[in-house]
């Protein structure tokens, strides 16, 4: 997908009332594995807020940045199922040190490079 082409769905996802609903769209699942694994990042054991939702929520962040972190989480409902609705500050706040800003910066070099 060309960077015009995303940012342009980007602005039409953000415009709608339901716009956490549709960022699914913009991310090819095999780049963020790809760019995992470059940048040496893997998770061992299974979370509520995997890797891949705290990406995620870093790009939830930017689009919807008077959000919290916590908000943008359980708004996008990103989190595996538990037994509890929600996830608590501290687990947004963990898992994304747990994804560190090279993972991120991977994805988005590969989007650039597509």
């Known amino acids: 997908m060309r960077l015009s082409r995303a ?3 980007t602005h039409d996802i953000a415009a709608t009332s339901h716009a956490l609903d549709g960022l699914g769209e913009l991310l090819d699942p095999d780049l963020v594995k790809s760019a995992f694994e470059t940048a040496g990042v893997a998770t061992l054991r299974k979370r509520r807020l995997p ?3 705290m990406l995620w929520c870093v790009i939830g962040m930017a689009l919807f940045r008077r959000m919290s ?4 989480v359980n708004q996008m409902d990103i989190m595996l199922l ?3 609705p929600l996830v608590t ?3 947004v706040v963990q898992g994304r040190q747990r994804l560190g800003s090279q993972a991120v910066r991977e994805v988005f070099a590969l989007t650039q490079q597509r």
């Open 7 to 9: 940012l342009a769905i």
């Open 89 to 91: 500050p501290s687990a």
């Open 69 to 72: 972190a916590w908000d943008v």
């Open 51 to 53: 890797l891949q939702s």
């Open 82 to 84: 538990g037994q509890r």
